[in-house]
């Protein structure tokens, strides 16, 4: 008796306490689903951008300054897609950008240098040319892209001419101009390069409604009126390959007389623009001789928009070493890869040297690896290692660490 009196004790014990236990087990749960309530809106806000010695939050190139130097900033990706889809970064540096998820660019001094003269610029008078020069790999076309992003976020037309040595060594077809006897015709490359003038200017055309000013006629059958928009013009030239060629030229003449009007500003960017002056290309005609970059008709049109005869506009221009052929890349000196004739045509000039990283950038872009995991294992001192090894030259550097 004493033990079953025991045994219900104990369980009158339990069963008191059960209750207490099933109200604070639903109190809990409770709880937790007022947590999972409000997580979302905490997490709807974007977090703020992380800030570190080797980033910046300023994402607008119009805003950097001397306090940026050797700090990475991000491009957004629909603006990165915009200006670049159709090409202007290095090939690795898009691989890179593949791999990080993200496009990032360091702010350097040349690059402010370009945009300090760009903003401060008259631009009623005539167009002032710039010209990018340095030794192989060291970030001429990077120093571009920066320079590209400013103007496509300040209401600049880009006329803008990736890589120009391609048109000269590895055209994807080359043919007889119709329209001009004795000279070669480029019409994919010339097609291609229209979808990418489109590509970076179709909002602001759409905005500005700019017309041309008179009527092309390219047959008996076909014609591009005047007071026609040049979206118009340029689809054309996409649609009618065979007429590519001359659409760029009747487009160039048209954005030249329409900044001179005041009805657009312009920002003209072109890398390796030194092959336009190369004594030979890689194109042969009819008789197999190879001809010379004035015989294609895709060049007298760029070679007009480098002129001084224009304003409301800004040309920014490199020169490489890489754009010549062999015998021609004894020094990256502009005088000297552009020629006599080339560096007549662009005098006066103003010339912004791009050099090797400094010991501030040098170890920020480590730094940037380093963040990104892309350097894991390392020694002791395996930065002296680097700075020995690359020279400090940013694309050696770039092929150095890909393999740690």
């Known amino acids: 008796m004493k033990m079953l009196r025991k045994q219900f004790v104990n369980l009158s014990r339990v069963s008191t306490h059960l209750p207490r236990n099933v109200i604070a087990s639903r109190t809990a749960s409770r709880g937790a689903e007022m947590s999972t309530n409000v997580a979302p809106a905490e997490t709807a806000t974007a977090p703020p951008p992380v800030i570190n010695e080797f980033r910046t939050g300023v994402t607008n190139p119009g805003e950097h300054s001397e306090l940026h130097v050797a700090k990475f900033y991000t491009i957004p990706m629909e603006e990165k ?13 898009e691989q890179q950008i593949k791999t990080f998820t993200e496009a990032c660019l360091m702010v350097r001094s040349p690059a402010l240098e370009l945009l300090h003269y760009i903003k401060n610029a008259d631009l009623t008078k005539p167009a002032v040319r710039y010209v990018l020069y340095g030794d192989n790999g060291v970030g001429k076309t990077l120093t571009m892209a920066h320079v590209l992003h400013y103007g496509a976020l300040n209401d600049f037309l880009l006329v803008h001419v990736p890589w120009a040595p391609n048109w000269m060594k590895r055209p994807k077809e080359a043919a007889n101009s119709a329209s001009q006897e004795g000279y070669i015709d480029l019409p994919f490359d010339a097609a291609a390069w229209l979808i990418h003038f489109k590509a970076q200017n179709s909002k602001l055309l759409q905005r500005l409604q700019l017309k041309t000013s008179k009527e092309y006629v390219w047959s008996k059958r ?42 657009c500003k312009i920002m003209v960017a072109i890398d390796g623009y030194n092959a336009f002056f190369h004594p030979i290309t890689r194109i042969f005609s009819d008789n197999k001789q190879r001809v010379s970059p004035d015989r294609i008709t895709l060049t007298q049109p760029f070679l007009d928009i480098t002129s001084y005869d224009w304003t409301n506009g800004v040309c920014v221009l490199s020169v490489d070493k890489i754009a010549m052929t062999e015998g021609y890349m004894a020094s990256y000196m502009p005088r000297y890869l552009l020629g006599k004739e080339g560096f007549e045509h662009l005098d006066p000039f103003v010339p912004v040297h791009v050099g090797n990283y400094t010991d501030k950038e040098f170890i920020s872009y480590i730094n940037y ?26 694309y050696t550097l770039m092929r150095l660490v890909r393999g740690l």
Do not use: C
């Open 369 to 394: 690896y380093l963040d990104r995991h892309w350097i894991s294992k390392t020694q002791p001192g395996f930065e002296e290692q680097l700075k020995f090894l690359s020279n400090m030259n940013p």
């Open 222 to 263: 076909e014609s591009t009126p005047a007071g026609a928009t040049l979206i118009e013009l340029v689809e054309h030239g996409i649609a009618r390959i065979k007429y590519a060629s001359e659409t760029t030229a009747a487009l160039i003449s048209e954005l030249k007389q329409l900044a001179t009007a005041g009805q």
């Open 81 to 93: 897609k915009q200006i670049f889809g159709g090409g202007g970064l290095p090939k690795q540096y």
